[in-house]
C-alpha cells in the first residue's frame, strides 16, 4: 500500500481557497496533477500557479457548479489534458455571507434560500460525480470524496437548508458507493466541522467561534490541512478497501453533549 498519487489526475472543485486549496497542494506534493476547480477564475489560477512554481503538474479551470453545461466543459477541459481522472474531490458549496444570514429555521427560511442552496450543493455534486464516473467507468478505476458537514448529523436551530444539503451529499455518497463499486470505483464522504480556514471564520460572530472551540474535544481548532489529510487518506491505495463511509473531523465536536467543556471545568474545580 501507498500514500503516493504518482500518475493520477485529481480535479478539486472549490479549489481557490480554505479547504480545496488545502487539498490542492496535498495531492500535488503527493505526486497527483491537480486541476483547480473553482467559480473565481482569478484565484483559481493563482492556486494552481503556484504548485506550479513549486514543480507541480496544475492547471486552473473556471466552474460555476449551478451550470450543467460549466460542470461538462470542466471535465472535458480536464481529459483533454490528461487523457484520465482518477480522482474527484467534491469540496465546492455555496457559503456567502448573504445566503448564510438568510439561512434560517424552516419556518423563517425563504424558499430562494433553499433553492440556491441545493442547486448548488446537492445539484451541482451530482453533476460532477456524474461526469466523473462515466469517465472513471471507462478506465475500470476512480475515487470521488464528497465534502458534506458535520451539521448534517445534528439539527440546529439555523441553517436548515445547509443542514439539509449535505445530509442528501451523504446519501449520494452510499448510492454512488453501492452502485458502482464493482466497477472499481470508490466513493466516502468527509464531514468537517468548523476549521480555522479565513473563508470560514471571517464572517462569523467571536462568540459562536469562542463556543465552537470550546466544544471540540481537542486541544485545538481544526483548519483546512487536517481535511486536506483526511482527503489524501481516502483517495490512496491505503484507503482501498473504505468506500461508502461518512469520516467526520471536526475534533470530537459532533460525538458528545454540548456543553462538556464546561462540565468538565465544573468537576475539575470540585
Known amino acids: 500500500m501507498s500514500s503516493s498519487l504518482q500518475g493520477r489526475v485529481a480535479i478539486v472543485t472549490g479549489g481557490a481557497g480554505g479547504i480545496g486549496a488545502a487539498t490542492c497542494a496535498v495531492l500535488a506534493a503527493r505526486g497527483a496533477a491537480v486541476v483547480v476547480a473553482d467559480i473565481d477564475p482569478s484565484r483559481a489560477r ?47 458549496a455555496i457559503l456567502t455571507p448573504d445566503l448564510a444570514r438568510r439561512d434560517l ?3 423563517s427560511m425563504e424558499t430562494e434560500v433553499w433553492d440556491i442552496t441545493f442547486r448548488v450543493n446537492v445539484r451541482g455534486t451530482m453533476l460532477c460525480c456524474r461526469q466523473a464516473l462515466r469517465i472513471m467507468e471507462g478506465q475500470g478505476a476512480g ?3 464528497n465534502t458534506a458537514s458535520n451539521l448534517a448529523l445534528q439539527g440546529n436551530v439555523i441553517q436548515a437548508a445547509y443542514s439539509a444539503s449535505k445530509a442528501a451529499v451523504i446519501q449520494m455518497t452510499r448510492s454512488i458507493a ?25 464572517n462569523l460572530p467571536p462568540r459562536l467561534i469562542e463556543i465552537v472551540t470550546e466544544e471540540t474535544l481537542t486541544p485545538y481548532l481544526g483548519d483546512p490541512m487536517d481535511i486536506a489529510h483526511t482527503v489524501a487518506f481516502l483517495v490512496s491505495d491505503e484507503a482501498r ?5 461518512t469520516i467526520v473531523a471536526d475534533g470530537g465536536t459532533s460525538i458528545h453533549i454540548p456543553g ?5 471545568e465544573m468537576v475539575a474545580g470540585g
Open 46 to 92: 493563482a492556486v494552481a500557479d503556484g504548485l506550479a512554481r513549486d514543480g507541480h503538474d496544475a492547471m486552473a479551470v473556471a466552474v460555476d457548479l449551478a451550470e450543467e453545461a460549466s460542470v461538462a466543459a470542466l471535465f472535458e477541459a480536464t481529459v483533454a489534458r490528461y487523457g484520465r481522472l482518477d480522482i474527484l474531490d467534491n469540496n465546492a
Open 105 to 107: 429555521d424552516m419556518a
Open 143 to 145: 475515487v470521488i470524496v
Open 178 to 202: 453501492t452502485s458502482h463499486g464493482k466497477r472499481g470505483i470508490r466513493c466516502n464522504a468527509v464531514l468537517p466541522g468548523l476549521t480555522g480556514s479565513a473563508a470560514a471564520l471571517g
Open 241 to 245: 478497501y473504505i468506500t461508502g463511509q
Open 260 to 264: 462538556y467543556a464546561r462540565l468538565a
